[in-house]
């Protein structure tokens, strides 16, 4: 069944045979030859861990149907149904990967605790020896039966497991930037930078002193963030990584030197340390 995998066969039918295997082991595990020793509420919580789709799956449900082939039906039915269901919710493809992944992830779990319960078989098959039996044939014997249980422990894992896997698409990655946009991106940055430059300009003719930058309009998207630091009355401004210069929030009046208890420059009478000496 590996090399199935590997080989990138079509797995449906395999994976159809197993989930059929399994609906044969359900019904003569719990439904025996009398139908009044029949284990429906046995059988109903194994469908339920397969994670069927379908109507009247449970105790009560399959207790309506009188004979084991119509319960088999039942369940054999429900499996085309999760099937399709799968398929349409998924895609066929997709369905197809999931399928493959299940098998293959089975198998090797299975394969390596296969191979360690064989070795640890060999090394205890030689004191058989002492009780008149050969050694080979009883590794033989007991190596094949392991692996007949190896198959079914396959058929159940993949069976019991399928429909119970959730399908999470990734999102797709941001597309590359083409050599265009880069360069257009080049020339919007240089052309920012103009605008800055342009308002140093106009601070040496008495304008209003703005980082670079910081000129209004489209510049100031360039702006990362805006944090309150650094000494009262004034913020700091980032641009990406780069830290501009401080700049005042307000510019204070020119303060005339007086002594404390003089009174105040503003008019107000008081002394200045009661009032703007504070």
Not at 158 to 179: D, E, G, N
Not at 217 to 230: D, I, Q, R, V, Y
Not at 231 to 260: C, F, H, I, N, Y
Request: net charge negative; with cysteine; glycine share 12%.
């Amino acid at each position: 069944e590996r090399d199935k995998v590997l080989n990138n066969e079509d797995l449906t039918e395999t994976v159809r045979l197993f989930l059929d295997d399994e609906i044969d082991t359900l019904v003569e595990t719990h439904l025996g030859p009398i139908v009044e020793e029949w284990d429906l509420e046995g059988l109903a919580n194994a469908v339920d861990t397969m994670n069927l789709v379908g109507d009247h799956l449970d105790a009560d449900g399959l207790a309506d149907l009188t004979t084991r082939d119509a319960i088999d039906q039942r369940l054999r039915q429900a499996v085309d149904d999760t099937i399709a269901q799968r398929e349409e919710e998924h895609g066929a493809d997709t369905w197809a990967l999931v399928e493959r992944m299940v098998l293959l992830r089975t198998i090797d779990s299975l394969w390596v605790e296969h191979l360690t319960e064989l070795d640890d078989f060999r090394r205890g098959v030689g004191l058989r020896g002492y009780g008149g039996t050969d050694p080979l044939n009883e590794f033989k014997r007991e190596a094949f039966k392991l692996y007949e249980e190896l198959r079914g422990f396959i058929r159940h894992g993949v069976a019991s497991t399928i429909f119970r896997v959730t399908v999470q698409r990734q999102q797709p990655p941001p597309p590359m930037l083409s050599p265009a946009q880069i360069a257009a991106m080049r020339s919007n940055g240089a052309q920012s930078s103009g605008d800055g430059h342009a308002a140093h300009a106009g601070h040496s003719h008495g304008a209003t002193p703005v980082p670079p930058g910081l000129g209004g309009g489209a510049a100031a998207p360039l702006l990362s963030g805006l944090t309150g630091g650094g000494r009262p009355g004034t913020v700091r401004l980032q641009r990406g990584d780069e830290e501009l210069a401080p700049v005042a929030s307000a510019a204070k009046p020119a303060v005339p030197k007086v002594g404390r208890n003089d009174p105040c420059y503003c008019g107000s009478g008081l002394k200045f340390k009661k009032c703007h000496g504070r």
